[in-house]
Each structure stands twice: as structure tokens, then as C-alpha cells.
């Protein structure tokens, strides 16, 4: 027979269990969904502490922002160009309902369709535009674009698509080499162009230089002959003044310079007639 105390404890016991299994608790960062037999029959859980029958079962999904890393994937460009592009996505579960019918309440399946939708709306868009448009426009007209043709496609999946951008945009390797020969091959052409009206201007600025030097050689030389000439008007005017006042003393002078010249050196010989005109002041000291 069962003591008392037996079955108070197996009691208890009962009620811890069900307890375990009616109570349950919602965080900020989460949605709840309450299944009963696989069937929902409510969604909207405040954060907190709430109970429910021991047969029915509790669905909880992040609330927060969450990120689908892509693989890089080859798009073609409307120049018919491969380009291996890389992104990401920022979405969030929007509606819980929604995301249970359709996926079954799977992250890992709702990124698998996130992702081909995504990505079916970057190979159109890539399709669009060349390979300098592509890498050269304005990532956030991509962007706003993307957003705009996915969200209502995963309107479905009851998530919403908060951002998407595009990491990276690679050339194949094999289109990576041509481009980089003709960029090479751009950059030597206008590398000689520069060089080239570098020796023109080099060329015009020395011919200006070897002129100007002409120019003021010339003016030098035009002006050098000018105060000569000047000079020797000046001193021939004064020779003459002298000459007037004291004609005897100028000749005098004259024949002393005339005599310091000759014999400037001690073996300076010359061949005159004594009688000359030259020794006229060697016979008449006086």
C-alpha cells in the first residue's frame, strides 16, 4: 500500500514536470511563435515569461539584424565580360508567420533562397552596365536599386532585406591580363605624349633663351660703343682745350708719353735719325 509521503512526492514530482513544460520565457532579440500540432495559434509574445499546455511547442527566431556572406559568383557585364563579384546582406525576420509557413522556420533555408533571389537581381542589374560602369558607379544607385526588386520578392518569406553591398568586383584572370596590358599600353602612350611636349617646350624654351642672349649681347655691344665713342669725344675735347692753353707744354707731354712707351723695357731699340723730330726734346731739355 502507498505511504502518504509517497504519493505527496509523487505529486510534486508532477508538478515540477509540467511546470518545466508550461513555462517559458521571450527575450528582447526574440520572436515566439506557439504551435499546436504543428498549427500556429499565436504569434504575439511580449518579452517576458509566459506559459502554455504541456502538448503544445514554443518557436523562437532572432529579432535581430542578421548577415548573408555571399560566395563570389561570375556575372556577365552588357559588354559580355565576366566579372566575379562578392556581397553581402543585412536582413531581419519580419514577419514570423510568414517565415514559418514558407521555410519552416529554417535560418539556414531562408538564406539559400535570400541568396539566388539576390543574386538573380545583381545579374540583372550587372547585365545593364559595361565593366567601368560597373566599377565606377555609384555603389549606392546599385544599392537603392537592389533593395528595391528584392523586398517584395522575400515579402514572401516574411523577412525584410535592410541593406546590400557589394564587396568586391574582380576581373577572371584571364580578362584581368588584357586589361592590364592595355592599360599598360594606355599609360606608355600617354607617357610618351608628355615626353613628347616636354622636348617641344624644352626646344621653344632654349630658342627663346638663345635669342634673348643674342638680343642682349647685342645691345650690350651697341651700348659699349655708344659711351666708347662718347668717351673718346669727351677726352679729345679736353686734349683740344688743353691744347689751346698751353700748345708747348701739351706737345711736351705728349712726347714724354710718347718716349715712356718706346723704351719701356731695357733692351728696346730704335732706328731714327738723329735730326728727327721724335728727339726734339732730348736736344732742347729747355
Request: glycine content about 4%; charged content about 35%; overall charge positive.
Amino acid at each position: 500500500m502507498i505511504s502518504k509521503n509517497t504519493l505527496i512526492l509523487a505529486l510534486v514530482f508532477i508538478l515540477v514536470l509540467l511546470s518545466a513544460t508550461s513555462i517559458f520565457t521571450v527575450s528582447e532579440t526574440e520572436r515566439a511563435l506557439l504551435l499546436e500540432f504543428k498549427k500556429i495559434v499565436r504569434t504575439d509574445f511580449e518579452p517576458g515569461l509566459h506559459f502554455k499546455l504541456p502538448y503544445q511547442e514554443v518557436k523562437k527566431y532572432d529579432n535581430r539584424i542578421l548577415t548573408l556572406e555571399s560566395k563570389p559568383e561570375r556575372f556577365l557585364t552588357s559588354e559580355k565580360k565576366n566579372v566575379i563579384v562578392t556581397w553581402f546582406v543585412k536582413w531581419r525576420i519580419e514577419d514570423s508567420t510568414k517565415f514559418y509557413k514558407a521555410v519552416g522556420g529554417d535560418k539556414a533555408a531562408a538564406n539559400i533562397r535570400l541568396d539566388q533571389i539576390t543574386k538573380d537581381a545583381l545579374r540583372n542589374e550587372f547585365s545593364k552596365r559595361t565593366i567601368r560602369e560597373v566599377v565606377s558607379i555609384e555603389r549606392s544607385q546599385i544599392r537603392d536599386l537592389l533593395i528595391k526588386t528584392v523586398n517584395p520578392v522575400v515579402d514572401g518569406l516574411g523577412v525584410e532585406v535592410i541593406d546590400i553591398r557589394v564587396k568586391g568586383i574582380d576581373l577572371p584572370e584571364e580578362v584581368s591580363s588584357s586589361v592590364y596590358r592595355r592599360m599598360e599600353a594606355e599609360r606608355a602612350r600617354v607617357a610618351r605624349d608628355f615626353r613628347s611636349r616636354g622636348a617641344e617646350a624644352a626646344e621653344r624654351i632654349r630658342a627663346e633663351a638663345d635669342r634673348q642672349r643674342e638680343v642682349i649681347l647685342a645691345d650690350a655691344y651697341r651700348d659699349s660703343e655708344i659711351r666708347r665713342g662718347e668717351g673718346d669725344a669727351t677726352a679729345s675735347e679736353i686734349y683740344a682745350q688743353a691744347y689751346a692753353k698751353n700748345p708747348e707744354f701739351f706737345e711736351f707731354y705728349r712726347s714724354l708719353g710718347a718716349y715712356r712707351q718706346v723704351f719701356k723695357n731695357e733692351n728696346d731699340m730704335i732706328v731714327l735719325d738723329p735730326d728727327s723730330e721724335f728727339f726734339r726734346y732730348f736736344k732742347k731739355p729747355k
